[in-house]
T-cell receptor, first 111, second 113 residues
Framework: RKEVEQDPGPFNVPEGATVAFNCTYS??????FFWYRQDCRKEPKLLMS???SGNEDGRFTAQLNRASQYISLLIRDSKLSDSATYLC????????????FGSGTRLSIRP | SQTIHQWPATLVQPVGSPLSLECTVE??????LYWYRQAAGRGLQLLFY??????ISSEVPQNLSASRPQDRQFILSSKKLLLSDSGFYLC????????????FGSGTRLTVV
């Protein structure tokens, strides 16, 4: 079983739609969780951290479910510029922990 | 503010040639440093990570090696490149707090011919 698993997509949704991605992780000791965004042929960039209580940043909402070991990302009122690959990232608490990336979910927003 | 530099941006190398990719970080001290590789259309594969000078952890057995000669310098090397080494190589740094996230360099696109 992969340490971090994501639905690869692609998700093809119209502009203005709401779209949600899930990501599951296998290591119950994982402590830090993030969503990254990667545009074609570019480096990944941090979209948002994921906190236990859930957190929101504008149109983006991230949730963590430790019991079921998954995190989610919800994008509301999607824009054309949201088209990208979204990567789920999991790591431990220690500074020596390695960080594990999911293989990414591709999102395409159509006009 | 912290910045991460990675070079070169693009590299075409023949099979069997050596490789040296460099990554440096500015504006922080004692960062955790990482090398990732991304094959075309695939996810990121962790190759090496380092929590301090001379401390390297290898995740994947292969013909690549990494070194950290200075606190903010991380080097990825190979003595003889294989065709399968082609990919997008990304260096990243993180602070002592894992929950602060990680920042990537702009990457090196390596094509082995």
């Amino acid at each position: 079983r992969k340490e971090v698993e994501q639905d690869p997509g692609p998700f093809n949704v119209p502009e203005g739609a709401t779209v949600a991605f899930n990501c599951t992780y296998s290591n119950s000791a994982s402590q830090s969780f993030f969503w990254y965004r990667q545009d074609c042929r570019k480096e990944p960039k941090l979209l948002m951290s994921v906190y236990s209580s859930g957190n929101e940043d504008g149109r983006f909402t991230a949730q963590l479910n430790r019991a079921s070991q998954y995190i989610s990302l919800l994008i509301r009122d999607s824009k054309l510029s949201d088209s990208a690959t979204y990567l789920c990232v999991v790591s431990g608490y220690s500074s020596a922990s390695k960080i594990i990336f999911g293989s990414g979910t591709r999102l395409s927003i159509r006009p | 503010s912290q910045t991460i530099h990675q070079w070169p941006a693009t590299l075409v190398q023949p099979v069997g040639s050596p490789l040296s990719l460099e990554c440096t970080v500015e504006g922080t001290s004692n960062p955790n440093l990482y090398w990732y590789r991304q094959a075309a259309g695939r996810g990121l594969q962790l190759l090496f990570y380092s929590v301090g000078i001379g401390q390297i952890s290898s995740e994947v057995p292969q013909n690549l090696s990494a070194s950290r000669p200075q606190d903010r310098q991380f080097i990825l090397s190979s003595k003889k490149l294989l065709l399968s080494d082609s990919g997008f190589y990304l260096c990243a740094w993180g602070s002592y707090r894992a929950d602060y996230g990680y920042t990537f360099g702009s990457g090196t696109r390596l094509t082995v011919v």
